[in-house]
């Protein structure tokens, strides 16, 4: 590491870091419930993509901006001003006025009546859970010794699992009896249509969870720089070596693309190729994500704390390197599997790989960085990885399907960028594992 640019000493651990005791498991916990609730109100939007679609008469395209981009503008941009914020302040505040945010929302898309409407308010969406990640991550180095970071970052990720399967399974239910009821009726605006009352009772899911976060305590911690200059202090520790982190941030950017690609198109792909009704997909793909996707998040902490306690060089860049030929596989059988239950176990092993990736992503991260700057860093990498994921993957495959023609245009699009990302991120992943676990080691010096 360059003399320049070498890590601040660190503060003597205080009484509350590295807790050996049970506590640092709530802390956990209510990260994973917030996590679920942000889950649930970023995937609703797929759940309802084609009742959507037909309401507002939207091109695949206006579906994949929605389904991602919109969420992601304000998500990447408040990235890391949230993160110096969240190395200078109160992180449980931050995460609850984030919470609050996101799902007044959430229920603001429901009124939504235009692609633009509904565009504003997933963008707000985004904004609100720009404060999770970052101040999360914090909580978690403060609690966690490294030695079982992964498993505390496992539980935290284990939210996403959860969220996505809530939104998919009892938003299938909710959307389901909507339908046969022939909407919500809501005070003030009458009888709403069934996707509108699904975006509703989601937002109302926070209520429980901010409850809970008050009882989430902020451990002390030495006088730090606020707001502005811990950003700039961070970000030019970053940018400073970002020789050193480039190769990582770019594998978990094309990562999340090889989940995003298919989770943001899932429900519309079930319904098109398989024909499934969209509140069957959500109740289908919601009972993988709640099965599968814990398996595979809590399986990608174990294996990850086990890799790196043997010695393994770089193993964030291998689970990655692999997790990216599995994505290929699954993603391409399950668009042109002949029946649907080889597609829906294609599926399992899909939200198997991709929650695996998870903890790699996460602490791979933090492994890199010194504590003073880690909620930039957890910032900046979720920037990348959200603007890449959520960004670029579902409008990718929204483009590339209103270019191609015939009944299998969506999943020939989804295999298109899931190859594109395999040949990038096996090669780029193998050649920078010494250079990884070289600067891991510098840190630790």
């Known amino acids: 590491m360059d003399m320049a640019h ?21 802390v956990a916990g209510v990260l994973c419930l917030a996590h679920m609730v942000a889950m649930v109100d970023r995937f609703v939007m797929v759940l309802v993509s084609e009742p959507v679609r037909a309401a507002l008469h939207l091109t695949d395209t206006q579906l994949g901006l929605l389904q991602g981009t919109g969420f992601s503008l304000l998500y990447c941009g408040f990235a890391i001003p949230l993160g110096a914020i969240a190395d200078a302040t109160n992180r449980r505040n931050l995460i609850l006025f984030g919470l609050a945010v996101w799902s007044v929302a959430t229920v603001m898309a429901a009124t939504a009546t235009s692609f633009g409407g509904l565009f504003a308010a997933r963008i707000l969406v985004g904004m609100g859970e720009a404060c999770l990640i970052p101040a999360g991550m914090s909580l978690l180095t403060t609690y ?31 959307l389901a009896v909507l339908q046969v009821r022939g909407g919500l009726p809501v005070p003030g605006l009458g009888r709403v249509q069934p996707w509108q009352g699904v975006f509703l009772l989601a937002g109302l899911l926070a209520a429980p969870v901010l409850v809970l976060l ?32 480039a190769p990582f941030l770019g594998l978990a950017a094309m990562t999340a693309v090889t989940g995003y690609t298919l989770n943001s198109w899932s429900s519309s792909l079930f319904v098109r190729v398989h024909g499934m009704t969209a509140a069957e ?12 996707g814990p398996l595979g998040t809590i399986g990608g902490g174990v294996v990850l704390d086990r890799m790196r306690a043997r010695g393994v060089a770089g193993a964030p860049l291998l689970v990655m390197a692999g997790g990216s030929v ?37 602490a791979g991260m933090q492994l890199l960085t010194p504590p003073a700057f880690r909620g930039v860093a957890a910032s900046f990498n979720m920037m990348i990885y959200t603007l890449a994921g959520l960004g670029i993957g579902p409008a990718a495959v929204g483009a590339i399907s209103d270019r191609l023609h015939g009944p299998r245009a969506l999943a020939d699009a989804i295999v298109i960028v899931e190859a594109a990302m395999a040949l990038l991120i096996v090669p780029i992943g193998l050649a920078a594992r010494q250079a990884y676990q070289r600067r891991v080691a510098a840190l630790k010096a």
């Open 281 to 292: 997909a959500g109740k289908m793909i919601g009972l993988v994500g709640l099965l599968a």
């Open 6 to 26: 070498r890590a601040p000493p660190e503060r003597p651990a205080h009484r509350a870091e590295y807790e050996t005791g049970g506590y640092k498991w709530y």
């Open 214 to 245: 008050c009882w989430l305590k902020e451990p002390p911690r030495g006088r730090s720089a606020g707001g502005f200059a811990a950003a700039r202090a961070g970000l030019g520790y970053l940018l400073g070596n970002l020789k050193g982190y």
């Open 144 to 174: 966690f010794a490294p030695t079982n970071l992964a498993r505390g970052t496992a539980v935290f990720g284990m939210g996403a699992n959860f969220g996505l399967g809530l939104a998919f399974l009892g938003g299938g239910i909710v």
């Open 326 to 362: 599995v994505a290929l596989l699954t993603a391409a059988g399950i668009g042109h599997a002949q029946s649907l239950p080889v597609a829906i176990l294609l599926f399992c092993l899909f939200m198997v790989e991709s929650t695996f990736t998870l903890p790699s992503i996460y």
